[in-house]
C-alpha cells in the first residue's frame, strides 16, 4: 500500500507530517509519498535514517495556510500539496491521502478532483471519540455545514458500513444529535432527518443529546456538519479550560494538596491516555471516490502515523465498495 | 418584590422550589407566590419555619411533565402551574416568574401570556456562564431552535442591555459563535447574522469558537437556539464523563495513588465552587415583556433561591426598560 501525506498540512508542518511518514514507514513497512515543498522536507528527512526507497517526494510549490478560505484557494494556488498530492490518487499511484492542513481546503479540493461515491451527495468528515462505553463515530464534524436532511441520512449509511467493516459492530446503532431525546424534539432541520433516518432500514435508535453520546449509547451519532464542528471544539474548549483551570488552583494551592496532586498523577495520565485524540490519527472522509483522511490541525508525529494506520483499515476493509452498495438498499 | 415561583418545575418539584421559597424569603425578605398543587405544597412547607406571611400559594390542577411537548401542552393544560404563574405576572400582581419546569413550555407560555417587548421577534434564553477570565452571557440556548439572522442580532442587543445594566460592563464586548474566526467562516446562517452584528452600533468583536468562549474573550456571545442548547449540553455531558472517567480511574488505582487523590481533593472542591451553575440560579428569558427566568431542571434550593435574587438584579436595573431602548437605537 501506498500513502500520501500532505507535508505542508497542520500547525507543526512540515515537521510533524514528516517525521509521523519517517515513523508509519518505520513501524508498518508501507511506501509513501509526501507532497510539499521538495527542500523543506529533504532537510527535516536528513535528520532521521529509515529506508530510502520507502519515501518519495512529489513537490507543490503552494502552500493553502490553516484559515484561508477554502475553495477560493484550491482555485487559485494550483500547485498546492492537497491538490497535487490528490491528483495522486486520482491516477492511482497511491491509495489514500492524510492531511492535518486546512480541513474546508481538503474537502473542497477532494471532491472536485476525485468526484463523490454514487449516491453519495455530500462528503462528510466520520471521526472517532471515546466514550465512557465503546468508541462512538460522529458524522458529520465539518465538511457540509449546509446540510439538507437527505445528507443526514446518508452520513447514517456510512457511518453504518464503516462502523460494520472497519470498527466490527454487527448491528450499529445510529442515533441522530438533538437537544432532546423525543422524536418531536429539536428545529425543523433534524425533525425532517429523524423521520428519514426512521423510515430507513438502518438500525436507528432516535436522537441522542451530548451526554448519552458521551456515556456511550450509540455507535454512530449522525449531525449537521456546523453542529458536528460545534460539539468537537466545545469538547476540547472544555477540556482545555478544565486543565487550566486546575493548574491555576493547585499552583494556589498549600502544600499537601499539591503533594496530593503530584501522587494522583498517575490517574490522570492514564485518562489522557485512554481519551488520546491521536489514537486514530485522522478521521475519513466518507463519500469521496478515494480514501481520504483528515488529521486535527494540532497532530504530531504520532498522530500522522496513527492516521496511516487507520487508512491502511479502510482500504483493506474496502468500505467504499461497502458504502455504494448499502446506499443501493437502505 | 414579589416573586412567582413555578412549584411543580423541574426534576425535583415540589421538593425543591418549595424548599428554595423559603430559604429566598428567609435570607432575602422578598414575598414568594408558589404556583401549583396546593396540597403537596403546603405538605412540604409545613416542615419549614419561615415568616408565614411571605409566602402565599395559588392553587393550580395541572402539571406539565418536563418532557411534553411544549405548545400542545401549554393549550391543552389550561391551569398548568406555568401558566397560572405567568398569569400572575400579567395581572401585574408579581413582579418575576421562575421555573425550573420544561423550558419550551415556559417559553411557549411566557410568549402567549406576556407577548414580546416592541422591537422583540424573538424571545431568547441568556445564560450566564463561568469562563477563565469572566463571566460570560450565552444567548439564545434554546429558546428559538430556528432564529433567523435578525433575532441574533436583536439577542446582541438584548444581551448588551443585560451585560450593561446588570452585569455593570461599560461597553461590552459581543461575538458571534462559529466555527472558524475569520468573518468568511461559517454556514450561511452565521454569515449573514455577522453581516447584520458588523452593522450595527454594538461593540461586535466578530466570530468566537468555543474554546475563546471558555477563555473569556466576550463579555456577550450570539448564537442560534439549537447550537447554544448543543454548547451547553456538550460542556454538561463532557463534565460528566470527565468526573465518571476520574472515578473509575481512582477506583482501579494503587493505594498511594487514591491518597493523592484525597488530599489534592480541596482543588476539585474549590473549582467546583467556582463553576457551580447554581450561582445565578436562573437563565433570563430576554425579551418578553415581564421578568422570566429559566432556572435548569436539576435545580435544588440553593439554585432556586439565587434565581430570585437573579431576577430581583433584573427587576432593579429595569432591563426591559433599556433593552426597548437600545432596540431603537441600534
Redesign the interface.
Known sequence: MRFVIDAMGGDYAPEMPVRGAVNAVKEFGYEIVLVGKEEEINSILKGYSFPKEKITIVNATEVIGM?E?AALSVRKKKDNSITRGLQLLKKEEADAFISAGNTGAVVCAATLNLRLLPGVDRPGIAVIIP??AKPCMVIDV?AN??PKPLHILQYGIMGDAYSRHVLGKTSPTIAL?N????S?K???F?KEAHLMMAESKLNFIGNI???????GHADVVVCDG??G???L??????????A???KR??KA??I??K??????????K??KK??DAREYGGAPLLGVDGRVLISHGSSDEKAIKNAVRTAAEYINQQVNVHIVEALKIY
Not at 437537544?179 to 423525543?182: A, N, P, Q, R, S
Not at 503533594?259 to 490522570?268: K, R, T
Open positions: 484559515d478560505p466514550t465512557l465539518g455545514i449546509d444529535l437537544i432532546g431525546e423525543e418531536t429539536g428545529n425543523d433534524v443529546e451530548p451526554k448519552e453520546v458521551y456515556e456546523f453542529v464542528n460545534v460539539f471544539k466545545v469538547s476540547e474548549g472544555f477540556a482545555y479550560a478544565g487550566e483551570l486546575l488552583e493547585l494551592s498549600n499537601i494538596t503533594i496530593g496532586a503530584f501522587l494522583a498523577l498517575p490517574a490522570f492514564a485518562i485512554k481519551v
